[in-house]
């Protein structure tokens, strides 16, 4: 993979970087991406049958039971190569911070810190009627579970379409993304707003803004740096630049 001299002296020069991260750095997990012919989950499934507090409570089980299955997968599998790497970025810069559209927590399996969550994560559990996050229920034949407090049906903590995003993971995404030298976008489909609007802002603000992805975005005509490999490659292989520029 060639990676620009000239992207190679910024990285290595730079004191604040932000990465956006979405399904594609967790391909190589193998935890389904959404958008992707053949293996993207919405290639199978209707988002508006899944993935909405409507479709929740026209058909709870049928919810629970496919984010059970996910769930499932998620903890079988592996952080990467490309999660492992942003682990060393979190030490490479004195400013960093790691965004996430992704809620299968492998960033932080992997031993990433400082992760923002913006869509949650699938393997904590909330009450569809009073949003308080449980950490166990009764164990009965109830699908969903029961909400231990209320008595209400309980439901994964993720934002669904039509929800509001968590506020303060926005407004920390929002400030990380303005006042960044450069920011990073790797395997996200750059559709989904308002995820998709981070890098457009440090775009305004000045920033250099690199994209790894193998395929093309509405981002990529924006940004300075396309690397158009796998993350699993491409976040190891920037590393290892970083580090050789530096002497370390
Ligand atoms: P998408 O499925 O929309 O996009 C995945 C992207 O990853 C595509 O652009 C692929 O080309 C790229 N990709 C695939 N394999 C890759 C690899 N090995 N390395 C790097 N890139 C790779 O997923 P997201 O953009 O994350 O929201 O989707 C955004 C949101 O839409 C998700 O968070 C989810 C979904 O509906 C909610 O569930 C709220």
């Avoid at 998620?74 to 942003?86: D, F, I, Q, T």
């Avoid at 303005?178 to 609007?197: K, M, N």
Wanted: aromatic residues 8%; proline residues 8%; glycine residues 6%.
């Amino acid at each position: 993979m060639k990676i620009p001299e000239k992207l190679v002296a910024q990285l290595a020069a730079a004191k604040s970087v932000t990465v956006l991260t979405g399904a594609g750095v967790s391909a190589e997990s193998g935890v389904p991406t959404f958008r992707e012919a053949q293996t993207g989950l919405w290639e199978k499934f209707k988002p508006e049958e899944l993935a909405t507090p409507r479709a929740f409570r026209r058909n709870p089980k049928l919810v629970w039971e496919w984010y059970a299955w996910r769930r499932e997968l998620v903890a079988k599998a592996s952080p990467n190569p490309g999660h492992l790497a942003l682990v060393e970025w979190e030490q490479l810069f004195p400013q960093f911070q790691l965004i996430t559209q992704n809620v299968d927590g492998l960033h932080q399996r992997a031993g990433s810190k400082n992760v923002i969550e913006l869509h949650g994560n699938i393997t904590r559990t909330k009450c569809f009627d009073e949003n308080r996050v449980v950490s166990s229920w009764a164990d009965t034949s109830d699908v969903p579970p029961k909400c231990p407090h209320c008595g209400g049906w309980l439901r994964p903590d993720v934002v669904w379409f039509e929800e509001a995003m968590p506020e303060l993971e926005m407004e920390l995404a929002t400030q990380a993304s303005r006042t960044c030298e450069l920011f990073l976008s790797v395997g996200t489909s750059t559709i989904v707003y308002p995820a998709a609007s981070l890098p457009y802002l440090s775009l305004k603000q000045g920033a250099t803004v690199v994209e790894v992805n193998p395929s093309p975005t509405p981002l990529t005509n924006e940004a300075h740096f396309i690397l158009p490999s796998a993350a699993g490659t491409a976040l190891p292989a920037l590393v290892a630049v970083i580090k050789a520029a530096r002497g370390i």
